[in-house]
């Protein structure tokens, strides 16, 4: 070989191997920067599934008792049916020891509610509202031309609210638009 040919091939190999080098860098970089970024994924993961699991652990704990709460408006109700039938019995009026059951009665009834207010457990207000179907089940519509159509006119069962959660939807009966309404608004 000569001395020319000699130099080109060292020329040659050098320039391999410099650009060998360079893809070995950039390959090692590369990976490093992929590696960076699955790591940072990898964090942000771990950091969602604890935000997640700190969410459900609170909802735990605020509505774990949901279901019994919802349960025990059985036994408010039925204080209150209990009530209601011992007022209207005709046999049981003449009986001079009812009042003084009957109040008894109440007791039991207010200590469960300050039981329930105490555990955030809250009746719906009803009285001169606007229907508000998030809150209340509407079961009737009455007609009547003192109140405007969509208030509510009567509470058939009470609703109740487990702190910002709907427990149970109040049953209401709701004034109705009738075309004297319409009439009305009309001539105003």
Known sequence: M??????????????????SKDN?????????KNTEDKLLRSLAEIENQRTRFQKEIKDAF?????????????IL???ERA???????????????????????????QDLVSIFEKNRINKIDTKNKKFDPN??????????LKVAPGTILQEIQAGYMLGERLLRPALVGVAKKTEKNNTKKEEK
């Open 24 to 32: 070995v860098e950039t390959t090692v970089e590369e990976k490093l």
């Open 135 to 144: 809150l209340h089940q509407a079961m009737s519509e009455i007609e009547d």
């Open 77 to 79: 109700d039925n204080l």
């Open 83 to 109: 009530k209601l039938a011992m007022k209207n019995d005709e046999t049981l009026k003449d009986n001079k020891d009812l009042d003084k059951f009957l109040d008894n009665i109440t007791i039991i009834e």
């Open 2 to 19: 000569t001395e020319d040919n000699q130099q080109n091939t060292d020329t040659n190999n050098k320039d391999d191997a410099n650009l």
């Open 62 to 74: 605020e509505f774990g008792s949901f279901n019994f709460a919802k349960e025990s408006l059985a």
